[in-house]
């Protein structure tokens, strides 16, 4: 789902109505959310707004235990600043991650900024970690998100490709 403001710079109601749209759109519930590629400019402001629209979004979780909070990545820390190349960026490490079931660690964060400090909704991988998922809760989704530099929002949503059974001998 994509959104687009009427003034210019990121607004945190755009973005959770971009979110919105796409998690509509798609019927993903956002409980089965477990990974959000984010934007991460690296420009303060804007990674406020993005860090904020995502707990507005996805706060229902702060009551859990770790084990459920969403995991949190972005490129722009590993490859810097790509520009237009930033959306296929995303959306490639995004499904290597799936395709690989693992989580790549953040380079430079150590913690979550001082607004989301007490959110128990994310967490920021240390290191690379396998990315658990009980098949009883359905497959691994993760949302995509990117922000022009005029502040509008596009998510997209991945999930894992469905396992096959093998073939049975008769």
């Not at 990121?10 to 934007?39: K, N």
Request: proline share 8%; glycine share 8%.
């Amino acid at each position: 789902g994509g959104d687009h403001p009427t003034s210019g710079g990121v607004e945190e109601d755009t973005y959770s109505r971009s979110l919105a749209r796409c998690l509509q759109q798609t019927g993903v519930v956002p409980a089965s959310v477990s990974y959000v590629e984010t934007d991460g400019s690296a420009v303060p402001e804007r990674d406020r707004v993005e860090l904020y629209a995502l707990e507005a979004y996805f706060g229902d979780r702060k009551h859990r235990d770790a084990a459920d909070a969403i995991a949190l990545g972005a490129t722009s820390p590993i490859c810097g600043h790509t520009g237009a190349a930033h959306g296929i960026t995303t959306l490639t490490k995004t499904a290597l991650c799936l395709y690989h079931h693992r989580l790549p660690p953040l380079p430079g964060f150590k913690c979550l900024p001082d607004a989301l400090t007490n959110s128990r909704a994310f967490h920021l991988p240390h290191r690379s970690q396998p990315w658990y998922r009980d098949r009883q809760d359905g497959p691994r989704v993760a949302c995509v998100a990117t922000v022009t530099v005029d502040g509008g929002c596009s998510h997209v949503l991945l999930e894992d490709a469905p396992v096959d059974k093998p073939a049975t001998v008769t």
